[in-house]
Nanobody, 121 residues
Framework: QVQLAESGGGLVQAGGSLRLSCAAS????????MGWYRQAPGKQRELVAA???????NYADSVKGRFTISRDSAKNTVYLQMNSLKPEDTAVYYC???????????????WGKGTLVTVSS
């Protein structure tokens, strides 16, 4: 099994910054992509940002230029630096990782439990 542990959420004023971290642990042979999704109250979960093992990144249009995703492959950790936060960024942020448990295992997607980010106006 694989566990993803998020940290770094909290309450911040509009215009402020937060940095989320997510560390993967457990039965890990390799990790392909890692990413962050978010879900605001009453809305569907949406992709915020993703990063491949090669470092290619993808961002939602709503966060481009404000958020930066990065990863430390040696630590199986992904980060999300969030700057210029807006009240509409308020949501539970979930970490996800595509993990191979062994050299012949198919990849599986794992999810963290989420961390709450609240941006006050």
């Amino acid at each position: 099994q694989v566990q993803l542990a998020e940290s770094g959420g909290g309450l911040v004023q509009a215009g402020g910054s937060l940095r989320l971290s997510c560390a993967a642990s457990g039965s890990i042979f390799s990790i392909a992509s890692m990413g962050w999704y978010r879900q605001a109250p009453g809305k569907q979960r949406e992709l915020v940002a993703a990063i491949t093992s090669g470092g290619s990144t993808n961002y939602a249009d709503s966060v481009k230029g404000r958020f930066t995703i990065s990863r430390d492959s040696a630590k199986n950790t992904v980060y999300l630096q969030m700057n210029s936060l807006k009240p509409e960024d308020t949501a539970v942020y979930y970490c996800t990782a595509g993990v191979m448990n062994g050299p012949m295992s198919p990849g599986m997607d794992y999810w963290g439990k989420g961390t709450l980010v609240t941006v006050s106006s």
